[in-house]
């Protein structure tokens, strides 16, 4: 029996299936082409609602509506445009789920009238349609997706399937190639919610407009049932096959199946886009779309829950520092809103502590069109907006509730606090007051940094008994879901620590010219360490030190640095030093200042307005300004988020919470940024041992420690012998190097093989970008130099976008292409093209026969995959036979030499098509792949020889030509009348109706590819 073992298998089916055990209605997508069938519910390819669904589902929610609504509601759909893709989206997402108004008649004359799309509350009540294989054409592009998933005739998602055999690799492929979708066929992207690019061991989803490192996992657990890894249909299929081997899965669900029951669960799939989507702007001003995360959803849902169906209605959620805790809030605000039956238009009031934190989440909510936030700027104003009525939504700072109150400002029961950092000031008279204004609401607490377990008052306050939290984003969930990035450690300087010298030592070390006498002297007059410490003389040594250490290490990538200075005068001096080594603009100072003690000159430079401040954070988050260093010792060290900070220089001593919140400010992701890097200059060996015996050491988990250096080494060794193992055999044989480079690429044909060797090259990469230039990388750099090499080669040969240079930080992809560069190998890394005029002299410059054989195999394989939808008899047959002679070799029938010359025969053949149509009289386009359709019949009358099916495929290709009109893809009309005429010729030429019906369609097939 033979299986095929591909994603539609593996994959696809699979995935159908589940949706179908969920509920879904599923029809093939051949059923709804109109190229074949002729009663299709599209009139065109490019038709991406289904119309007539539509139209039925908004009779059935919409009972009040005139005819002449709904005609206006389903051309909304259907031909809503505007400036972009993600504005078109914005509006059609807007419309979906608050709904859409158009003016009717009335009795009572013109009204308007709201339309329902989409039925959020009942989710049974909806339509949930699955289809796969659905061909849709887009301006240049005519593209066909795995999987598209309708509601109520909407397209709301779509799904690319892998084979597992690809593993992760697959999943990547998936992303890469929704991304492309929505390039080209973008009519399908306008109504969409969710993309997911799965297989059996991977499996991912975004929003439309997500950058490839914007996809991601889905890790809470489902209350669905399904099969473990080892007992999954692909999974059997493939060990029936010899394919794997089970013993070694984890008993774990597939990866495939986690998040098709937890994204596109009926109830789940409508509370996503009703509750969990929003739009944003980033730093640049550009238009965002983000859909939750599972950490953001599953602590949504608790708190939602515990206030509508639980007698305690409070809790602490612990998520760490950026993993998108202020878009947790915005979430669980939106659905809390929504719950208008139980919660009678709902009070919520979101509480912090700064006066900056408070205005980041008022224009967080704003941007994401939270409607009507309202922010208190007074106590006045405050005790006000809560004596109102309720159903409003307010920021405040818990400041404002300084005043100790006599009588409560309301006892609603439908009043929900959400205050942020807990931990702070969240207790205390404050907190009390808090409480005995608003004695019934709901009080829940957000914290970015766990909470001090010695310490009982936040959970007295905000958790039921023997709560610790009600939900918990760890350090260690967060690095691995690639929400933030790690955070390492290093010292620097140990001469010039403050913190455990001996003041003695010290004053020798910044002194060396003075006297025992005269140092005796200096400490009796200065006997402090925090005065050595801002010494302008260590400050300059010290700025010195920082500067060689971010221009090796950190400017290369293109990121960007703080210095965190003990004091305001210690900010000042690090300024005054910088600006006498760099032009001032590279530097900004950011501080709070004593109007009463500080110098004039202070104020006049550093006193800052608002505004300015804003402009000195955008101008560093922005990677093309050359401010490089923010200067500051009170500011910015929490609730400052730029990804593009990826070093704190620490030159004072932090404790506790403002410790753990400081350093987070480095774990924000970015492109080619792989860790967050804390360097310290005060040794806080100490805070961090306070800080372990303060937290739970579960709650520290994946913190950085003292000895990251060390571990990275480790890292670095083990990942040098992993990476150079796969290349063992063939560097044991003593080649030439330029043999030895096409054998080691040749030797990893095996899709999975070079995954594995990308996950070491790439810990390999992580590891030098944040040990160099440390002396002891050096023996290991001119492997790594040679493997970057190997990969760039592995990446041309296969066409694997996988083995992109992104994942690589900027200062190790320099490395790379120097190194590439000084040896000269650029030409034999790229990758032949088996139409290229020296195609024969390239191929062999790349090495042994066995790495000639396989350059050339996928140069072919590239070609077929370009071209096999323009002809699809002639590639189809390059293909089958590529497959033999591959087959062939990995069976040991033929010898490397007698598959290369096999599979050079093929290639000239592929690249001698337009020569072998000129030998029969065709053109070499359109009626050369007519032909081909042809050759693949059994002899018929009057087509018996090359010659006569090559007249008539002239007379085919004549009826297209002749029929042609401008834009001719997308009109029915003129498609029909070509199939009549195809149809009428080849019934005059004796061919049987069952060979007429597959001629015509596969001679329209190519005719569209061919269009002109």
């Known amino acids: 029996m033979t299986t095929h073992f591909n994603e539609d298998t593996l994959s696809e089916k699979p995935a159908i299936a589940q949706l179908r055990a969920m509920g879904y209605l599923f029809i093939h997508g051949e059923k709804l082409d109109p190229q074949e069938m002729e ?35 389903v051309r909304f759909m259907t031909s809503f445009q505007s400036t972009g893709l993600l504005e078109e989206n914005q509006a059609i997402h807007e419309a979906l789920v608050q709904y859409k108004s158009f003016e009717q008649d009335s009795e009572k004359g013109r009204r308007s009238q709201t339309v329902k799309f989409i039925d959020f509350d009942n989710p049974e009540a909806n339509e949930f349609l699955v289809i796969n294989q659905l061909w849709v054409k887009g301006p240049k592009h005519l593209d066909r997706p795995d999987i598209v998933i309708f509601v109520n005739g909407i397209p709301l998602a779509v799904i690319e399937c892998k084979s597992p055999v690809a593993k992760d690799v ?14 080209e066929i973008p009519a399908l992207f306008r109504t969409n919610q969710l993309l997911l690019g799965i297989n ?7 929003a439309v407009g997500a950058p490839l490192d914007h996809f991601h996992e889905w890790h809470a657990p489902t209350k669905e049932k399904m099969p473990s890894l080892d007992h999954h249909s692909a999974i059997l299929e493939m060990r029936e096959l010899g394919k794997i081997d089970t013993k070694d899965l984890p008993a774990i669900p597939a990866a495939q199946d986690v998040l098709i029951a937890a994204l596109l669960n009926k109830k789940n799939f409508l509370d996503i886009v009703r509750n969990f989507t929003v739009f944003d702007t980033d730093e640049f001003g550009r238009k965002i779309k983000k859909v939750c995360r599972y950490q953001q959803f599953t602590a949504a849902q608790k708190i939602v829950k515990r206030v509508l169906d639980e007698k305690e209605k409070k809790g602490i959620v612990w998520h760490w520092q950026g993993s998108g805790k202020s878009l947790t809030m915005l979430f669980t605000a939106l659905k809390l809103k929504r719950e208008e039956e139980r919660l009678k238009n709902p009070f919520i009031v979101i509480v912090t502590d700064r006066k900056d934190l408070d205005g980041q989440i008022e224009g967080n909510f704003l941007r994401c069109g939270f409607p009507n936030p309202e922010r208190a700027k007074t106590s006045r104003d405050l005790y006000e907006m809560l004596s109102g009525p309720t159903g409003r939504t307010i920021m405040t700072t818990v400041q404002k509730f300084k005043t100790t109150l006599d009588e409560p400002l309301s006892t609603a029961t439908n009043i929900i606090v959400l205050t942020d950092e807990a931990h702070r000031t969240q207790y205390g008279n404050l907190a009390f007051n808090l409480r005995k204004a608003l004695p019934n609401a709901a009080f829940f607490a957000f914290t970015g940094t766990p909470l001090d377990k010695r310490n009982r008052s936040t959970y007295k306050l905000f958790c039921p008994p023997g709560e610790t939290y009600l939900d918990r984003y760890s350090i260690q969930e967060s690095e691995r879901d690639k929400t933030t990035r790690p955070i390492k450690y290093v010292s620097r300087m140990a001469q010039l620590h403050v913190v455990g010298g001996i003041l003695d030592a010290m004053l020798a070390h910044l002194f060396p010219a003075m006297t025992k006498a005269e140092l005796l002297a200096l400490k009796k007059k200065h006997a402090t360490i925090e005065t050595l410490a801002g010494s302008p003389r260590r400050i300059e040594r010290v700025a010195l030190d920082i500067l060689e250490h971010y221009n090796q290490s950190i400017r290369p990538n293109g990121t960007k640095a703080i210095i965190v200075a003990a004091d305001r005068a210690s900010a000042v001096e690090y300024k005054n030093a910088l600006d006498r080594l760099l032009n001032p603009e590279v530097s900004k100072v950011v501080m709070t200042l004593n109007p009463d003690k500080d110098p004039k000159e202070w104020k006049e430079k550093y006193d800052l307005t608002d505004e300015q401040e804003n402009e000195i954070k955008e101008k560093f988050k922005d990677p093309k300004n050359g401010l490089a260093f923010l200067i500051v010792c009170d500011k910015l060290l929490t609730g400052f988020d730029a990804p593009i900070l990826q070093v704190m220089y620490l030159d004072q001593r932090l404790r506790e919470h403002t410790l753990l919140q400081a350093v987070a400010r480095t774990n924000r992701p970015l492109e080619g940024k792989h860790y967050g890097l804390v360097v310290d200059y005060v040794g806080i060996g100490k805070e961090l041992a306070e800080a372990v015996a303060m937290f739970s050491r579960e709650d520290l988990q994946g913190l950085f420690s003292v000895d990251d250096v060390d571990r990275e080494l480790e890292n670095l060794k083990k990942a040098h012998r992993e990476s150079m193992g796969f290349f063992r055999g063939v560097l044991k044989r003593g080649l030439n190097p330029k043999e030895q480079v096409q054998e080691c690429v040749a030797a990893l044909q095996n899709e999975t093989e070079r995954g594995r060797f990308n996950d070491a090259f790439l810990t390999f990469a992580r590891a030098l970008d944040f040990l160099m230039p440390d002396l002891r990388v050096e023996p290991y750099l001119k492997d790594f130099k040679f493997l970057g090499l190997l990969r760039e080669g592995l990446k041309n040969l296969y066409r694997d976008q996988v083995l992109t240079t992104a994942d690589v930080s900027p200062k190790v992809r320099a490395l790379i292409h120097a190194h590439i560069a000084a040896e000269g190998v650029e030409e034999l890394l790229s990758p032949i093209t088996i139409s290229s005029p020296d195609f024969k002299k390239k191929m062999e410059e790349k090495g042994s026969k066995k790495a000639q054989a396989v350059n050339v195999e996928y140069a072919i394989r590239d070609t077929i995959t370009q071209r096999i939808a323009e002809d699809p008899a002639f590639y189809g047959s390059l293909q089958s036979r590529l497959n033999e002679i591959i087959d062939a070799q990995r069976q040991e029938r033929r010898d490397d030499a007698a598959s290369l010359k096999s599979l050079l025969d093929l290639a000239e053949e592929a690249s001698h098509r337009e020569s072998a149509a000129r030998a029969l009289g065709l053109d070499g386009k359109r009626d050369f792949a007519i032909f081909g359709v042809l050759k693949g019949l059994a002899e018929k009358p009057l087509v018996s020889n090359d010659q006569e099916r090559a007249a008539l495929a002239k007379e085919l290709n004549g009826i297209i030509d002749r029929l042609s009109v401008a834009e001719w893809t997308e009109r029915l009309d003129i498609q029909k009348e070509m199939r009549r005429e195809i149809k009428r010729l080849l019934r005059g030429k004796g061919f049987s109706e069952e060979d007429i019906a597959r001629l015509t369609h596969e001679i329209m097939e190519i005719s569209l590819q061919w269009p002109q």
Do not use: C, H, M, W
């Not at 289904?50 to 908004?58: N, P, Q, V, Y």
């Not at 059996?200 to 975004?206: I, M, N, P």
């Open 200 to 206: 059996v061991f991977g499996a991912q989803y975004a």
């Open 170 to 183: 697959g999943v990547v492929d998936a992303a890469q190639q929704l991304i492309r979708y929505q390039t």
């Open 39 to 73: 009663d299709s519910e599209r009139t065109s390819r490019r038709e991406v609602v289904l119309t007539g669904r539509l139209r039925k589902k908004l009779e059935e929610l919409n009972p009040r509506a005139t005819e002449e609504t709904l005609d206006k509601a």
